[in-house]
């Protein structure tokens, strides 16, 4: 059963202005902690396949894992398929596509049905596809139920790319929503979101009754800080955070983020 959070386990007071963010306090063992990825756990690549992966990165999952009693996912836009080929042997908790595929710690599924999107999405691919060969430096990845425009070849071409993705969504008659993100736009049914997959876990042992804890980097992450911060919990940008973040705390960098998960200092 889950219930309210443990007692004597509260998030600390979240600042008054927004703006100014600061340190978040040390990792406790007893929170529900939530990490993005791209930008948080690895430095952002030229395209998604080139990402490097510290080999002790994989060790730091498995050990935030057993540390956080199982109370530890990852939440990404990624399949989850994908996640597993970055991290092995690590094979944890995980929300990928922004919260369409959800495994939970005990390796059993929940993902959600994306709905009667599959027409819209074929509509999409066919005129992403043509996009981005018309337009050199976009590139398309079909990650099968969402799409993602990568256009940091060619970050000119940012207003062309979001007036093209808001086209497609227009004529989706709302099935597909856009998700802006670092140099890539997301088209993604509408039924997903990062803060919906936070919400499912939060449902669920061992992640109920605990605070809650979510670091991310990126537009696409502030779906999931507005959740953590209706339950007051800690939501921690990494890198430099938008003006408009709804995160409280900062952590200045990838190699910041995985100091403070393990519980060390950088450098």
Known sequence: ????QKDGRRAPELPKQMATLIEPPPLDRSWALFVDVDGTLLEIAPHPQAVYVPPHLPLLLEDL?????GAFALISGRPIAALDDLFRPWRGAAAGLHGGERRRPDGSRADLDSGDVAAALTSARTAA???ALGNPGV???????T???HYRAAPELRQKVTR????????????????GGKMVVEL?????????????????????????VFLGDDLTDEEGFAEIKRRNGIAIRVGQPAVDTLAAYALP???????WLSGTSPG
């Open 164 to 179: 093209f993705a808001e086209r497609v969504v227009a004529e989706s008659d709302g099935a597909l929503r856009p998700i």
């Open 147 to 149: 799409l993602a425009l």
């Open 1 to 4: 059963m889950c219930g309210a």
């Open 139 to 145: 590139r398309l990845e079909d990650k099968g139920r």
């Open 65 to 69: 894992q057993a540390r956080q009693e």
């Open 253 to 259: 960098d990838v190699a910041a983020a995985l100091a």
């Open 188 to 212: 993604v049914p509408r039924v997903f979101g990062k803060g919906r997959a936070i919400t499912a876990f939060l449902a669920e042992p061992p992640f109920c009754g605990r605070v809650s």
């Open 129 to 131: 596809a043509a996009f």
